[in-house]
């Protein structure tokens, strides 16, 4: 019977795929036929990665999938199969460490997903089944479900307005949890359901809900009711997003509300829009993949090296089988390329050490820990919104230090977004000033035929359009009769533009005061109440730029206002009337206000009962109903007559900016959507080579994606720049998302832009120092931390391939496998992760006073071949000296005066502890801002070190095999010539990085006696900077009513 009724209803449409029906409360619209439950996803929140029983496989995949995880593994798993020179602990542990500490961070972090999961997800709702409040747990509500909201909480799914406490079944909503809008939105229920207050009255509806499916759009909603009365005869009524609560909204100055549950859980707009986005990898993440490359490659010609020496060396008889190591007979049977092959292996295993893998885990915690700095920066916090920065991911710190181009947003972000009316024209009169009569402040300019004032009935004409032509409502705490409550008004609206333009017309004697049962309320200048009956809102959207009302007069004459950007009113106008106009609206542009011009035109009766069809058959339509509007919109907005336009000044935040290039949007459509042949290709190389030569560029009135197509387009330059972009409104987001680095600005226009955002802060001055100082700093201690580890590395795996040359590449381990496992873990870890954390080489004063520091580390300057290939001859040179220092010192037959000979393991033992106090002296040096932490991880680490040696030397261990190392170490240290060949090769291995710190001292102090000379004359002839980063800035300058 429904069926049959729905097809009569919708009679020649076809059945859609792409809706949903949704029966409200549950309940069969038809006495006769029993209602079928419908499967929708129920109302959980899944944020959460992992669960407890999908942790441990699904964490350990996605670790492994990491190139340095996956090889130690490899690594691991040959130690465990071949008979290797090394204990597969020594590869394990260390490879177990760097799992773990992961696999505890990973999992901290969903567990406390989860717990913000269970506090939504358990919370307390009353839904109402039988006449009754049930209450229930948020995620037991099922689409259908009539849900019963009260003042000061917020939605838990995404509802359709039923009705509310009051008698015109509107309520008011604030959004900032979705799009940190925090003035009051007003929404509407149907007209059929206002009076079904009560949960008795609710549950007599019998209605059906057609919408759309889920999708993330929070300003999107298409749908229909069709409500049912006994009579089974379907009354439908066209639902848009006025009318849906959307979860995570709050209810606000309304006592209660009924709604129904039409998306519930995971298909919430709410959480539709919090889903992931692309991952960004920076550019020292691809230094690093480049240096491992770089890193293996040694690693293979070391290990290729020794194997084929050592088939060498045993090419004499002597030396492949002497007479105090026989071979067995399945030794002498194995084939030669396998025997080979294994010893490739074995020696790989020897070496591995070279490839840092505790970095990774060092790096991500640095990341980690030092995202916190940013949060914690007080001079980042912003008392009149009560907070301060946020960092949504932590993996790009150091791409802050790196950026080349910054593409920024005027509207909101280098501007306030706090809209101030300046000025209007009306028929080419200008008008400024605040007054209660429209009088003597009217000027001319432009080619006027007269000069006297516009006349009298055109002045309250356009006044009047600004009272009507808006979506502004009224808060008061007291009803509003007339003029006597006017100056209590407070306006409420989305847009600040509209809010300025209606306090315009309220300073000229016209005051908007609210909107009544669909009549639209004004006080004239006379003091009179003029009432207007709403008939239609054609609402703004970007691709028409307009936005129209449809009101009729108390003497019937219906009238249609429109006021929008100039591009798209002056097209719909006479043309002999833009003249008037036009001279003001580009004089008011070039002084960087906000135009919007006013249009109106009469309807006539026969003429709106078409319109009024044709709108009411467009709002019905489910499918393409934005496509099938905006054509009835195009078709009613024609032939209008120009009133005037207005000014209006948004407050800037930062100084007046300086452009080179000034270009629009749709000569940027000619530009960046050009036509395969060759001459129209060239377009966009000539536009580029344009931007290249300006200090700065302004891309004005475009649209959200040719934000992201300029960004792409400077991103694919040759060199790969780094961008950045900043805005504060949700169409900024494609180019958020399109840069390297994403700044979202927590302003007036919402959200959605910090939320997508990699950092958002409050302003856009803030800007400065996160760059000038936060991007410089992380980027030079990750670039340090970077090359500490690979140079720490390649210190201690060299020794151990030269030792091959005096063993008889026989893989005879140099160190022990305690230290093996425990250099990167325990004896250097700690002292690079505090350098990394705390450092600055320069006071932050310096860096965001002076952006030269900034371009001086540009470019990915510190991790380039050059630093490179520094700390890698670096490491290569005192790698030798700890060796061939240890080995001459071998020299002597005896060390200690008893005539006693050192081992093996006391040689290894000594170029080990050489190489623990060299490596981290060398850190030492390096430090620039010492606090107390430093100084206690370095000479801890170094403290430590000694105490585990005596320890693990200074007992015998019941699970060893072999004690090797039995007082080694208390026994060496008992030599003094130990003890100065020790400093002795400390002193010979940092003797160059202390010459060169001197050098650079000497040099530094002379810089800055030329420098302080330098700008006593520079001041005076310098040209004032238009960016505080010294970087080519792309702005969008929006025109958002």
Same mark, same amino acid.
């Given at each position: 019977?429904?069926?049959?009724?729905?097809?009569?209803?919708?009679?020649?449409?076809?059945?859609?795929?792409?809706?949903?029906?949704?029966?409200?409360?549950?309940?069969?619209?038809?006495?006769?036929?029993?209602?079928?439950?419908?499967?929708?996803?129920?109302?959980?929140?899944?944020?959460?990665?992992?669960?407890?029983?999908?942790?441990?496989?699904?964490?350990?995949?996605?670790?492994?999938?990491?190139?340095?995880?996956?090889?130690?593994?490899?690594?691991?798993?040959?130690?465990?199969?071949?008979?290797?020179?090394?204990?597969?602990?020594?590869?394990?542990?260390?490879?177990?460490?760097?799992?773990?500490?992961?696999?505890?961070?990973?999992?901290?972090?969903?567990?406390?997903?989860?717990?913000?999961?269970?506090?939504?997800?358990?919370?307390?709702?009353?839904?109402?089944?039988?006449?009754?409040?049930?209450?229930?747990?948020?995620?037991?509500?099922?689409?259908?479900?009539?849900?019963?909201?009260?003042?000061?909480?917020?939605?838990?799914?995404?509802?359709?307005?039923?009705?509310?406490?009051?008698?015109?079944?509107?309520?008011?909503?604030?959004?900032?949890?979705?799009?940190?809008?925090?003035?009051?939105?007003?929404?509407?229920?149907?007209?059929?359901?206002?009076?079904?207050?009560?949960?008795?009255?609710?549950?007599?509806?019998?209605?059906?809900?057609?919408?759309?499916?889920?999708?993330?759009?929070?300003?999107?909603?298409?749908?229909?009711?069709?409500?049912?009365?006994?009579?089974?005869?379907?009354?439908?009524?066209?639902?848009?997003?006025?009318?849906?609560?959307?979860?995570?909204?709050?209810?606000?100055?309304?006592?209660?509300?009924?709604?129904?549950?039409?998306?519930?859980?995971?298909?919430?707009?709410?959480?539709?829009?919090?889903?992931?986005?692309?991952?960004?990898?920076?550019?020292?993440?691809?230094?690093?993949?480049?240096?491992?490359?770089?890193?293996?490659?040694?690693?293979?010609?070391?290990?290729?090296?020794?194997?084929?020496?050592?088939? &060498?060396?045993?090419?004499?008889?002597?030396?492949?089988?002497?007479? /105090?190591?026989? !071979?067995?007979? %399945?030794? #002498? =049977?194995? @084939?030669?390329?396998?025997?080979?092959?294994?010893?490739?292996?074995?020696?790989?295993?020897?070496?591995?050490?070279?490839?840092?893998?505790?970095?990774?885990?060092?790096?991500?915690?640095?990341?980690?820990?030092?995202?916190?700095?940013?949060?914690?920066?007080?001079?980042?916090?912003?008392?009149?919104?009560?907070?301060?920065?946020?960092?949504?991911?932590?993996?790009?710190?150091?791409?802050?230090?790196?950026?080349?181009?910054?593409?920024?947003?005027?509207?909101?972000?280098?501007?306030?977004?706090?809209?101030?009316?300046?000025?209007?024209?009306?028929?080419?009169?200008?008008?400024?000033?605040?007054?209660?009569? &429209?009088?003597?402040?009217?000027?001319?300019?432009?080619?006027?035929? /007269?000069?006297? !004032?516009?006349? %009298?009935? #055109? =002045?309250? @004409?356009?006044?009047?359009?600004?009272?009507?032509?808006?979506?502004?409502?009224?808060?008061?705490?007291?009803?509003?009769?007339?003029?006597?409550?006017?100056?209590?008004?407070?306006?409420?609206?989305?847009?600040?533009?509209?809010?300025?333009?209606?306090?315009?017309?309220?300073?000229?004697?016209?005051?908007?005061?609210?909107?009544?049962?669909?009549?639209?309320?004004?006080?004239?200048?006379?003091?009179?109440?003029?009432?207007?009956?709403?008939?239609?809102?054609?609402?703004?959207?970007?691709?028409?730029?307009?936005?129209?009302?449809?009101?009729?007069?108390?003497?019937?004459?219906?009238?249609?206002?429109?006021?929008?950007?100039?591009?798209?009113?002056?097209?719909?106008?006479?043309?002999?009337?833009?003249?008037?106009? %036009?001279?003001?609206?580009?004089?008011?542009?070039?002084?960087?206000?906000?135009?919007?011009?006013?249009?109106?035109?009469?309807?006539?009766?026969?003429?709106?009962?078409?319109?009024?069809?044709?709108?009411?058959?467009?709002?019905?339509?489910?499918?393409?109903?934005?496509?099938?509007?905006?054509?009835?919109?195009?078709?009613?907005?024609?032939?209008?007559?120009?009133?005037?336009?207005?000014?209006?000044?948004?407050?800037?935040?930062?100084?007046?900016?300086?452009?080179?290039?000034?270009?629009?949007?749709?000569?940027?459509?000619?530009?960046?959507?050009?036509?395969?042949?060759?001459?129209?290709?060239?377009?966009?190389?000539?536009?580029?080579?344009?931007?290249?030569?300006?200090?700065?560029?302004?891309?004005?009135?475009?649209?959200?994606?040719?934000?992201?197509?300029?960004?792409?387009?400077?991103?694919?330059?040759?060199?790969?720049?780094?961008?950045?972009?900043?805005?504060?409104?949700?169409?900024?987001?494609?180019?958020?998302?399109?840069?390297?680095?994403?700044?979202?600005?927590?302003?007036?226009?919402?959200?959605?832009?910090?939320?997508?955002?990699?950092?958002?802060?409050?302003?856009?001055?803030?800007?400065?120092?996160?760059?000038?100082?936060?991007?410089?700093?992380?980027?030079?201690?990750?670039?340090?931390?970077?090359?500490?580890?690979?140079?720490?590395?390649?210190?201690?795996?060299?020794?151990?391939?030269?030792?091959?040359?005096?063993?008889?590449?026989?893989?005879?381990?140099?160190?022990?496998?305690?230290?093996?496992?425990?250099?990167?873990?325990?004896?250097?870890?700690?002292?690079?992760?505090?350098?990394?954390?705390?450092?600055?080489?320069?006071?932050?004063?310096?860096?965001?006073?002076?952006?030269?520091?900034?371009?001086?580390?540009?470019?990915?300057?510190?991790?380039?071949?050059?630093?490179?290939?520094?700390?890698?001859?670096?490491?290569?040179?005192?790698?030798?000296?700890?060796?061939?220092?240890?080995?001459?010192?071998?020299?002597?037959?005896?060390?200690?005066?008893?005539?006693?000979?050192?081992?093996?393991?006391?040689?290894?033992?000594?170029?080990?502890?050489?190489?623990?106090?060299?490596?981290?002296?060398?850190?030492?040096?390096?430090?620039?801002?010492?606090?107390?932490?430093?100084?206690?991880?370095?000479?801890?680490?170094?403290?430590?070190?000694?105490?585990?040696?005596?320890?693990?030397?200074?007992?015998?261990?019941?699970?060893?095999?072999?004690?090797?190392?039995?007082?080694?170490?208390?026994?060496?240290?008992?030599?003094?010539?130990?003890?100065?060949?020790?400093?002795?090769?400390?002193?010979?291995?940092?003797?160059?990085?202390?010459?060169?710190?001197?050098?650079?001292?000497?040099?530094?102090?002379?810089?800055?006696?030329?420098?302080?000379?330098?700008?006593?004359?520079?001041?005076?002839?310098?040209?004032?900077?238009?960016?505080?980063?010294?970087?080519?800035?792309?702005?969008?300058?929006?025109?958002?009513?």
């Amino acid at each position: 019977m429904f069926r049959r009724s729905l097809n009569r209803f919708c009679a020649g449409e076809e059945k859609r795929v792409g809706t949903r029906t949704v029966f409200v409360g549950n309940h069969s619209v038809s006495g006769t036929e029993a209602y079928v439950a419908q499967r929708f996803c129920d109302n959980r929140i899944v944020s959460s990665k992992y669960t407890l029983w999908n942790f441990l496989p699904k964490n350990l995949f996605e670790q492994f999938r990491r190139i340095a995880n996956f090889y130690f593994l490899i690594i691991f798993l040959v130690q465990v199969t071949v008979d290797t020179p090394t204990s597969p602990v020594t590869s394990g542990l260390p490879l177990f460490f760097v799992i773990t500490v992961t696999a505890i961070k990973q999992g901290y972090e969903d567990w406390l997903r989860h717990r913000a999961d269970n506090e939504v997800n358990k919370s307390t709702v009353y839904i109402i089944e039988n006449a009754k409040r049930v209450r229930k747990e948020s995620e037991k509500i099922k689409v259908g479900d009539v849900v019963e909201v009260q003042a000061d909480e917020t939605f838990p799914c995404d509802l359709i307005l039923l009705s509310s406490c009051t008698t015109d079944g509107t309520c008011y909503v604030t959004t900032a949890s979705l799009d940190g809008e925090s003035n009051c939105k007003i929404h509407y229920a149907v007209r059929d359901t206002i009076a079904l207050c009560t949960a008795e009255s609710i549950d007599t509806l019998r209605a059906a809900i057609e919408c759309e499916q889920p999708q993330p759009d929070l300003y999107k909603f298409v749908g229909r009711i069709n409500i049912y009365s006994n009579s089974l005869e379907a009354v439908a009524r066209s639902l848009g997003p006025e009318n849906l609560l959307l979860k995570g909204a709050t209810l606000k100055n309304t006592e209660k509300i009924y709604g129904v549950a039409v998306y519930t859980g995971m298909e919430t707009k709410m959480a539709l829009n919090y889903q992931g986005k692309s991952q960004k990898r920076s550019a020292v993440e691809k230094s690093i993949n480049a240096f491992l490359i770089v890193y293996l490659f040694i690693l293979l010609t070391k290990a290729a090296v020794c194997t084929t020496l050592k088939y &060498v060396w045993q090419s004499t008889p002597y030396n492949d089988e002497p007479w /105090y190591n026989q !071979k067995t007979q %399945k030794e #002498r =049977e194995t @084939l030669k390329v396998l025997k080979m092959f294994t010893d490739f292996l074995s020696f790989m295993v020897l070496f591995n050490f070279i490839i840092p893998v505790s970095m990774y885990v060092t790096v991500e915690m640095q990341k980690f820990l030092g995202s916190f700095f940013i949060s914690w920066d007080k001079d980042f916090y912003d008392e009149e919104i009560n907070e301060g920065a946020l960092v949504n991911t932590s993996d790009l710190n150091e791409e802050l230090g790196q950026v080349d181009y910054v593409f920024t947003d005027k509207t909101g972000t280098l501007t306030e977004n706090s809209m101030e009316f300046i000025e209007c024209c009306i028929d080419g009169h200008k008008y400024k000033g605040v007054t209660q009569e &429209v009088d003597g402040l009217s000027q001319t300019d432009g080619p006027l035929t /007269y000069f006297d !004032k516009a006349d %009298k009935n #055109r =002045e309250e @004409l356009f006044l009047r359009a600004l009272c009507l032509c808006h979506t502004v409502e009224i808060k008061t705490n007291d009803a509003v009769d007339g003029a006597t409550e006017s100056a209590e008004l407070t306006y409420i609206s989305s847009s600040p533009d509209e809010i300025a333009l209606v306090k315009g017309a309220k300073k000229y004697g016209f005051t908007f005061l609210g909107n009544r049962n669909g009549h639209m309320r004004v006080e004239n200048q006379r003091k009179e109440i003029e009432e207007y009956e709403l008939l239609h809102t054609l609402n703004f959207d970007a691709v028409r730029r307009r936005m129209s009302v449809i009101v009729k007069t108390q003497e019937g004459d219906i009238l249609l206002f429109c006021k929008g950007a100039d591009s798209a009113v002056f097209p719909r106008v006479q043309n002999h009337e833009i003249e008037l106009t %036009k001279v003001h609206v580009e004089r008011n542009a070039m002084d960087g206000y906000r135009t919007l011009c006013v249009a109106f035109k009469e309807i006539a009766p026969d003429d709106y009962e078409r319109i009024n069809r044709q709108l009411i058959e467009a709002k019905m339509a489910l499918q393409d109903r934005e496509e099938k509007m905006e054509k009835v919109f195009d078709d009613i907005e024609t032939n209008m007559n120009l009133i005037g336009a207005t000014a209006v000044e948004d407050k800037a935040w930062t100084e007046h900016q300086e452009y080179g290039l000034i270009i629009d949007g749709s000569t940027l459509s000619l530009i960046l959507n050009s036509s395969q042949d060759s001459s129209s290709n060239n377009y966009k190389s000539i536009f580029l080579q344009i931007c290249m030569k300006c200090t700065a560029v302004l891309c004005c009135r475009m649209a959200p994606l040719q934000k992201a197509q300029i960004v792409r387009m400077v991103k694919n330059l040759k060199g790969s720049p780094i961008t950045l972009s900043i805005g504060d409104g949700a169409n900024d987001v494609s180019m958020i998302l399109e840069s390297h680095v994403g700044i979202g600005i927590k302003g007036k226009e919402g959200r959605q832009a910090a939320r997508n955002s990699d950092y958002s802060v409050p302003k856009f001055k803030h800007l400065k120092k996160l760059l000038l100082a936060h991007g410089h700093l992380y980027y030079v201690r990750i670039a340090h931390l970077v090359q500490y580890f690979f140079y720490k590395n390649l210190c201690f795996i060299l020794p151990q391939f030269l030792y091959q040359f005096f063993c008889g590449f026989s893989q005879q381990p140099l160190y022990d496998a305690a230290y093996l496992t425990m250099y990167n873990i325990c004896f250097t870890s700690l002292p690079i992760l505090a350098y990394s954390l705390l450092e600055q080489h320069i006071n932050i004063d310096t860096l965001t006073s002076d952006p030269r520091l900034y371009m001086k580390i540009s470019g990915n300057a510190m991790l380039q071949l050059g630093p490179f290939l520094y700390w890698t001859f670096l490491a290569a040179f005192e790698g030798t000296v700890f060796f061939f220092g240890t080995y001459f010192l071998f020299q002597t037959a005896s060390l200690e005066e008893n005539g006693k000979v050192y081992g093996n393991w006391t040689f290894g033992t000594i170029v080990f502890t050489v190489l623990v106090f060299t490596v981290t002296l060398k850190l030492a040096l390096d430090t620039r801002f010492w606090t107390w932490i430093n100084h206690f991880v370095i000479w801890g680490s170094l403290a430590f070190y000694v105490f585990f040696s005596f320890f693990w030397g200074g007992i015998i261990w019941p699970f060893l095999k072999q004690q090797r190392m039995y007082f080694v170490f208390a026994q060496m240290l008992s030599s003094v010539s130990t003890w100065l060949a020790i400093i002795l090769l400390i002193f010979i291995s940092l003797f160059p990085e202390i010459l060169l710190i001197v050098l650079k001292n000497v040099r530094r102090r002379s810089a800055r006696r030329n420098l302080s000379c330098r700008r006593a004359s520079d001041s005076l002839s310098a040209r004032p900077s238009v960016r505080p980063l010294l970087l080519r800035t792309f702005s969008d300058e929006s025109n958002v009513l």
